[in-house]
């Protein structure tokens, strides 16, 4: 996009959510305004390198904290610069000393999370959420150790030591990137090593955070079908790939249960899952939604499923909306457990739920009986949904309720 940029225009303009607009301004060359996804504006100044013609930008600052005047008569002194045969992206000086890390962040997601890294979303929310809050307003040049250790710190004081393990990471290779953008010369959190926590992962949601999460799911900034797919994992108390590549043959409507084949579990024997009445509505709200195919969450390439991955990111770059901490889809599988323990459920119900097989070796795969504990395994969900609706809530759903899906 490309037009005379104006102050009116500046404090005016915003993007969609998820998206990201840039703006060119046709009366100064090479002046770029940036709106990211999360509304920030900011300036860069595009360029050509004289000889090899190699595409570069240099950040000149955010807006408004930097004006549209200020912004031209930068690119103005960097289009000299380059006239006279120099590069302004060498020059450490430009742009470089008030750059601060909050700003830095969006380049370093932007520029090269995005582009390198499958789990991005996750490095964005870990920056949003536990550094930028923090040393945001400070200059690169002025973040030192201290400050790095100040929120590894506040991280491990509320509870958290595997989070603060993760962000000392997302830090290290943010910095880095800085180095390699020649923001900086050294990086801050050179040698410092945090051990990762010995023992399972064991978090879960508590009460409160159930009521919000659900609450909020609805206008999180994700795709519906990844919405019904994580309330599907916290009514069902099954996992995440499990829900996501469900097939529409799986499931049985009229017997109120999904059966998962062997060959898409992890242990390769066929569970069955008895649907409480919401479970049978998630379903077939889905269903309906999901076109001619064979899954119930298609994906975006044809004949395919959505995927596991796709679903955790979108539930990453929602962590700091829902206002919660260090979640991922298959802590809700484990929130239904510990829901269903609270409820007095023994816990080889709850095994059987979870299609985990018997440490007892002398009982072989093929004796398995898929129907075994079937009626506790209904008795078991329809409790926990009956429990999940009261802690959200929302209004029970009857069998009598529910319309045919077809």
């Given at each position: 996009?490309?037009?005379c940029?104006?102050?009116?225009?500046?404090?005016?303009?915003?993007?969609?959510s998820?998206?990201?607009?840039?703006v060119i301004?046709?009366?100064?060359?090479?002046?770029?305004?940036?709106?990211?996804p999360?509304?920030?504006?900011?300036?860069a100044?595009l360029?050509?390198?004289?000889?090899?013609?190699k595409?570069?930008?240099?950040?000149?600052?955010?807006?408004?904290?930097?004006?549209?005047?200020?912004?031209?008569?930068?690119?103005?002194?960097?289009q000299?610069?380059?006239?006279?045969?120099?590069?302004?992206?060498?020059?450490?000086?430009v742009g470089?000393?008030g750059?601060t890390?909050?700003?830095?962040?969006?380049?370093y997601?932007?520029?090269?999370?995005m582009?390198?890294?499958r789990?991005?979303?996750?490095?964005?929310a870990?920056?949003?959420?536990?550094?930028?809050?923090?040393?945001?307003?400070?200059?690169?040049?002025?973040?030192?150790?201290?400050?790095v250790?100040?929120?590894?710190?506040?991280?491990?004081?509320?509870?958290?030591?595997?989070?603060?393990?993760?962000?000392?990471?997302?830090?290290r290779?943010?910095?880095n990137?800085?180095?390699?953008?020649?923001?900086?010369?050294?990086?801050?959190?050179?040698?410092?090593v945090?051990?990762?926590?010995a023992?399972?992962?064991?978090r879960?949601?508590?009460?409160?955070?159930?009521?919000?999460?659900w609450?909020?799911?609805?206008?999180?900034?994700?795709a519906?079908?990844?919405?019904?797919?994580?309330?599907?994992?916290?009514?069902?108390?099954?996992?995440?790939?499990?829900?996501?590549?469900?097939?529409?043959?799986?499931?049985?409507?009229?017997?109120a249960?999904?059966?998962?084949?062997?060959?898409?579990?992890?242990?390769?024997?066929?569970?069955r899952?008895?649907?409480?009445?919401l479970?049978?509505k998630?379903?077939?709200?889905?269903?309906?939604?999901?076109?001619?195919?064979?899954?119930?969450?298609?994906?975006k390439?044809?004949?395919?499923?959505?995927?596991?991955?796709?679903?955790?990111?979108?539930?990453?770059?929602?962590?700091?909306?829902?206002e919660?901490?260090?979640?991922?889809?298959q802590?809700?599988?484990?929130?239904?457990?510990?829901?269903?323990?609270?409820?007095?459920?023994?816990?080889?119900?709850?095994?059987?739920?979870?299609?985990?097989?018997?440490?007892?070796?002398?009982?072989?795969?093929?004796d398995?009986?898929?129907?075994?504990?079937?009626?506790?395994?209904r008795?078991?969900?329809?409790?926990?949904?009956?429990?999940?609706?009261?802690?959200?809530?929302?209004?029970r759903?009857?069998?009598?309720?529910?319309?045919?899906?077809?």
């Open positions: 996009m490309k037009c940029l104006t102050d009116g225009f500046l404090n005016s303009i915003s993007v969609d998820g998206k990201r607009l840039e301004d046709s009366a100064q060359k090479g002046l770029v305004l940036r709106v990211s999360t509304g920030a504006k900011s300036w100044f360029y050509r390198r004289t000889g090899d013609q595409r570069r930008r240099v950040t000149l600052g955010r807006f408004p904290e930097i004006g549209l005047i200020d912004a031209r008569d930068s690119a103005r002194r960097l000299a610069d380059i006239e006279r045969g120099h590069d302004p992206a060498d020059n450490h000086s470089r000393d750059l890390f909050g700003l830095f962040a969006e380049e997601v932007e520029q090269h999370a582009r390198h890294k789990s991005w979303a996750r490095d964005q870990i920056l949003k959420r536990d550094v930028v809050p923090s040393i945001g307003h400070k200059r690169l040049s002025e973040i030192d150790r201290g400050d250790r100040n929120i590894l710190a506040s991280i491990e004081a509320r509870g958290a030591p595997v989070q603060a393990c993760r962000v000392l990471e997302v830090i290779k943010a910095f990137f800085a180095i390699h953008r020649n923001h900086l010369s050294v990086n801050p959190c050179s040698g410092m945090m051990a990762m926590p023992g399972q992962r064991e879960s949601l508590a009460p409160e955070e159930i009521n919000r999460f609450d909020q799911l609805a206008k999180a900034n994700m519906w079908s990844s919405q019904q797919i994580l309330r599907v994992c916290l009514v069902t108390a099954q996992g995440v790939g499990d829900v996501s590549g469900a097939r529409k043959d799986e499931i049985s409507f009229d017997d249960v999904w059966e998962i084949s062997s060959s898409r579990t992890r242990n390769r024997v066929a569970h899952v008895p649907l409480s009445p479970a049978v998630l379903f077939s709200d889905a269903v309906r939604r999901s076109g001619e195919g064979d899954f119930v969450f298609p994906g390439s044809a004949g395919n499923a959505m995927t596991a991955n796709g679903v955790s990111r979108a539930m990453q770059r929602n962590l700091n909306f829902f919660l901490e260090d979640l991922t889809p802590d809700l599988q484990r929130t239904a457990v510990a829901g269903m323990r609270e409820l007095g459920i023994a816990r080889m119900t709850i095994a059987k739920v979870l299609n985990h097989m018997s440490k007892d070796r002398t009982v072989s795969v093929q398995h009986d898929k129907h075994e504990f079937e009626r506790e395994k008795i078991t969900l329809e409790s926990w949904t009956a429990r999940l609706q009261e802690l959200t809530g929302t209004a759903v009857t069998r009598q309720a529910l319309t045919p899906w077809r």
